[in-house]
């Protein structure tokens, strides 16, 4: 939101402004941390992987044989084949969509709803706010993964409620943490000046106190986005995710399980590329804390 | 003031606001009155405190609700009640027709906009959404307050300006508008003294270009009398002195007006100690009994402890409340000596 009404402030001929906007000042620190670029690196192949995925896929993922089954990783294979004779690289790749479609929802579900929740709750106090406290904290009551099993065997077993079982038990996290920044940044002097020019309450709170928060919702954002795809993993592991024969990471460990002893290449794949991209997210919500924190930036 | 009742801009009677605490009701501001003409300044003088910045928020109804209160006789602002208005009424008036200059230039821009944004912002909201009327509107007025090179300015974000650049620009916002009233809540003390003096004769130069009356809060007795013609000193939430400026300098009546005037340095005269006042302001939610200044007054008499005085007129146009003035009135028959 805050870069929309930058980039609008500022469409017409920014060569000659001298003043740097923050957005390429976080940029640019991002760039000199190398752990974070790192991070960057992986998501971006996890993505090209994603959106390619038909194209740089050797293999049908959902292709079976019954003449190669549990085949080792082979030249013909990379990763070898799975029981039912399917190419691992391939539903791998292809899994990367769901992943990556798992984090990227569930944490758009959990934005969509926390964050309205939190900045009404900290901007207006008083009732407003003792209510939706008390909500959060009935959610907040249950240990995250439990509530997503809860809600996934109210809503029946499943992808998309996967996603939004995650989504929901993230709201919380969302609400506080919306909520806190809002509680400081509305006693702030811009806001005051703000309310003194006479703006509407839902102006103030979009346009001026949403954007100075959002720091912390964007760090908090990659981190979530790692946790959801391992939730996601983990509910797959245990069936209440995506069914056979989808590709989901989660599920292809769950499946691999049986065959742990004669066929290591089932779950160690899977395994290692859920490794991989929750260690990318990780990476990048550590750089971007420290890009977006003025106090740690280093000149 | 009583002269030209009908060309009154603002005419605050009794105006309270309250808040309601834990511990206890603390009257940030209890009853004051007093009135402004067009193209006029008042002055508000005080201690850290006393109640002036609440006096300012209640006009504009910026005071948050629970846990404060306002409540008066009647605010009335070009013939509206201000207290009586809805709050959709009221945001209309907002920096519109009551615009309001902060302290602390450096925080009371948003960090994340430009200057052209913010500033565009206001004239958007009361002056209509034309993209191109709002740019030229916003250079003009950065024209008005001084601002070299506007149109790149406009570009700038708050960071980059220096503190003096950014009171200008809340001016330039506050006048943008063509606001009837301007209430400047301390506009100059955040800034160094070089500053402080260019931003005065900026803001003594729009008086008399846009014929805004304005309300001028401030601690500085300097800056007072560099600005107002008319000087209201509030104590512990009343008013303790109404005057105009050169009564305030040379007969000031009220014990508190005068040991505020005591100890301010004075260049012309050598001294080794000022004189402060004794005692500290007292705590809002314990006002002692009586006149709220007898603890630290060195006049005081048995009935100050007793009873609060009224605001009295002791001569045209100079109001005093103090017990020692009050006696002077002729239809007076509370006081019982």
């Not at chain 1, 809600?151 to 709201?171: E, F, H, R």
């Not at chain 2, 944004?117 to 993209?131: D, F, P, R, S, T």
């Not at chain 2, 100079?318 to 009050?326: D, L």
Request: glycine share 8%; hydrophobic share 45%; net charge negative.
């Amino acid at each position: 939101m805050s870069e929309a009404e930058i980039s609008v402030a500022t469409s017409e001929d920014t060569s000659t402004a001298p003043a740097q906007s923050e957005l390429k000042l976080v940029f640019k620190q991002l760039r000199k941390n190398r752990l974070a670029l790192f991070g960057v690196v992986i998501i971006s192949i996890f993505i090209l992987m994603a959106v390619f995925a038909p194209f740089v896929a050797p293999y049908d993922p959902l292709e079976t044989t019954f003449v190669e089954r549990l085949e080792e990783p082979s030249s013909a294979h990379l990763l070898g084949q799975d029981e039912q004779g399917r190419d691992i690289l391939s539903r791998i790749i292809h899994g990367s969509r769901i992943s990556l479609g798992i984090g990227l929802i569930s944490v758009g579900i959990g934005l969509a709803v926390g964050i309205p929740l939190g900045t009404i709750s900290g901007y207006y106090g008083g009732k407003i706010d003792l209510i939706t406290q008390r909500f959060i904290d009935i959610l907040v009551s249950f240990p995250g993964i439990l509530l997503a099993i809860i809600i996934i065997s109210i809503l029946g077993v499943g992808l998309q409620n996967v996603m939004i079982a995650i989504g929901i038990s993230t709201i919380p996290i969302y609400a506080r943490l919306v909520r806190g920044s809002v509680l400081s940044i509305k006693e702030t002097d811009y806001v005051a000046a703000a309310k003194a020019l006479g703006l509407s309450d839902f102006r103030i709170m979009v346009k001026h106190v949403l954007p100075n928060c959002m720091a912390p919702i964007i760090v908090q954002s990659t981190f979530q986005i790692a946790t959801a795809i391992l939730w996601a993993a983990g509910l797959g592991f245990l069936g209440l995710g995506a069914q056979r024969p989808t590709p989901e990471w989660g599920a292809m460990l769950s499946q691999g399980r049986d065959y742990l002893r004669i066929a290591y290449h089932l779950t160690l794949f899977p395994g290692i590329a859920i490794f991989l991209m929750v260690l990318g997210f990780n990476l990048l919500g550590d750089g971007l804390r420290d890009a977006l924190d003025p106090k740690s930036r280093k000149i | 003031m009583g002269t030209n009742e009908q060309n009154n801009l603002l005419e605050v009677q009794n105006l309270h606001t309250h808040f309601h605490t834990d511990s206890g009701v603390v009257k940030a501001v209890d009853g004051i009155s007093f009135s402004l003409q067009s193209g006029k300044v008042l002055g508000i003088v005080g201690e850290s405190g006393c109640g002036k910045s609440i006096a300012s928020m209640s006009l504009m109804r910026l005071i948050p609700s629970p846990p404060g209160k306002i409540f008066g006789d009647n605010v009335s602002f070009n013939g509206k009640n201000l207290l009586e208005l809805s709050e959709n009424q009221m945001r209309q008036i907002r920096g519109n027709e009551i615009a309001m200059i902060f302290q602390e230039p450096m925080t009371s821009l948003n960090p994340v906009y430009t200057i052209g944004n913010q500033l565009g912002e206001a004239i958007k909201l009361h002056q209509g959404v034309n993209k191109q009327y709002i740019e030229d509107k916003a250079i003009e007025v950065l024209n008005l307050v001084g601002i070299p090179r506007p149109k790149e300015i406009l570009k700038e974000y708050p960071h980059s300006l220096s503190g003096g650049m950014r009171q200008r620009i809340m001016i330039a916002m506050a006048v943008s508008c063509n606001p009837s009233l301007l209430i400047a809540d301390e506009p100059t003390t955040a800034l160094d003294v070089t500053i402080q003096a260019q931003i005065l004769e900026l803001m003594k130069d729009l008086i008399k270009q846009l014929n805004t009356s304005i309300i001028f809060i401030t601690h500085d007795l300097g800056v007072i009398a560099e600005m107002a013609e008319h000087v209201m000193v509030m104590y512990a939430g009343k008013v303790v002195e109404e005057t105009d400026i050169f009564s305030l300098f040379h007969s000031p009546r009220h014990p508190y007006t005068i040991g505020l005037l005591n100890s301010k340095p004075q260049i012309d005269k050598e001294e080794d100690n000022l004189i402060p006042i004794k005692g500290t302001v007292p705590n809002p939610l314990n006002l002692p009994e009586g006149c709220s200044f007898h603890p630290r007054c060195d006049q005081v008499m048995e009935q100050c402890k007793r009873q609060p005085p009224q605001l009295t007129e002791i001569s045209p146009g100079h109001k005093v409340s103090c017990w020692h003035f009050s006696s002077f009135t002729k239809n007076n028959e509370e006081v019982e000596f």
